[in-house]
């Protein structure tokens, strides 16, 4: 999987190496001290079918298909669909566990020859980036989406205790002015309120604030681990 250092501008890299080990992203203000924070490993470098794991919580059963891409000639442009499922099941010590299904997928249309094609993300039209279903101790399966439209990664989380919370795409670095053009990391808020962050930095890291009820906190780190499974860059 291809992380967000991989896309940045050469000269904006180079300044962000000198500092590679402690890369990441840039949390809303004021939320590392209301929430604990956890390394991930399994996320990158990722190798096909091993588990994710961060504190105390591990996706494990992790089944993933392989990227598939598949293009249409069209008059116009051609069409490119591309797509790639994964499934796994987060647990966690005397925790329900969270079966998890997700299918991650990407269109565009292109045109003209290698040195000057053109290519156009036609993904927000067709559907979400990435689509999965959550279903917390064998209950019906909730949605998390996030859907990718000019540049925009944002979503949604559907919880079984009926609430719905926004998913936030965070597109800078902690400590230094570059941006990324994917995301660095992912946020789940309720209103104004930042409830987890999903670093997808180096080896990633796992925010939950505290004083979420266990419930609550194995749901979102099942959310975490899609998140973190997700190619921003799929298709592109």
Do not use: K
Not at 57 to 64: C, T
Not at 117 to 132: F, I, M
Not at 146 to 153: L, P, S
Not at 188 to 210: K, M, S
């Amino acid at each position: 999987m291809r992380t967000p250092v991989a896309a940045l501008p050469a000269v904006a890299l180079v300044l962000l190496l000198s500092a590679c080990t402690t890369a990441q992203v840039r949390l809303p203000a004021g939320f590392s001290d209301q929430a604990e924070a956890y390394e991930v490993s399994g996320h990158s470098p990722r190798r096909f079918g091993e588990p994710v794991r961060f504190g105390p919580y591990s996706a494990l059963e992790m089944r993933e298909g392989s990227t598939f891409s598949w293009t249409v000639p069209a008059l116009v442009a051609d069409l490119t669909r591309t797509s790639r499922p994964y499934a796994y099941t987060l647990v966690a010590r005397e925790q329900p566990p969270v079966q998890v299904q997700c299918h991650a997928r990407a269109w565009t249309a292109s045109s003209g020859g290698e040195s000057r094609r053109l290519e156009v993300d036609l993904t927000a039209t067709a559907g979400p980036l990435l689509a999965c279903g959550l279903s917390l101790d064998g209950q019906e399966a909730q949605p998390l989406q996030i859907v990718r439209e000019a540049g925009r990664y944002d979503g949604r989380l559907v919880a079984p205790w009926g609430r719905e919370y926004a998913v936030r795409a965070i597109h800078a670095y902690d400590s230094t002015p570059v941006a990324s053009n994917i995301p660095t990391g992912y946020a789940i808020v309720d209103g104004d309120t930042t409830l987890a962050v999903v670093d997808v930095v180096n080896r990633g890291r796992v925010h939950l604030v505290r004083g979420l009820d266990e419930e609550q906190r194995v749901y979102f780190a099942a959310a975490a681990a899609a998140l973190l499974l997700l190619d921003p860059e799929l298709g592109g």
